[in-house]
């Protein structure tokens, strides 16, 4: 019996399979593959199908401002 491989988009969840003895950069042509370092032989990897997805994930590690912070610029407050 032969194995697949799966990969799945970090963001959209949509999947390709790698066949076994194929390449995963085969299944994975025009894929994004992100490396997150986290230390010393510490790293992640992030696959998405498109630079959409790939934007969206992104955002969604960027820290966000806080609310207050942003309504402290309010100008009609004294």
Request: glycine share 4%; net charge neutral; proline share 6%.
């Amino acid at each position: 019996m032969t194995q697949k491989r799966r990969f799945s988009c970090h963001s959209c969840g949509k999947e390709v399979e790698c066949p076994s003895g194929a390449l995963p950069c085969e299944a994975l042509q025009d894929w994004i593959t992100v490396c997150h370092w986290k230390g010393q032989r510490a790293v992640s990897h992030y696959s998405f199908c498109s630079f959409s997805c790939l934007k969206s994930w992104a955002v969604d590690q960027a820290p966000s401002v806080p609310q207050i912070f942003l309504e402290s610029f309010n100008q009609d407050n004294p």
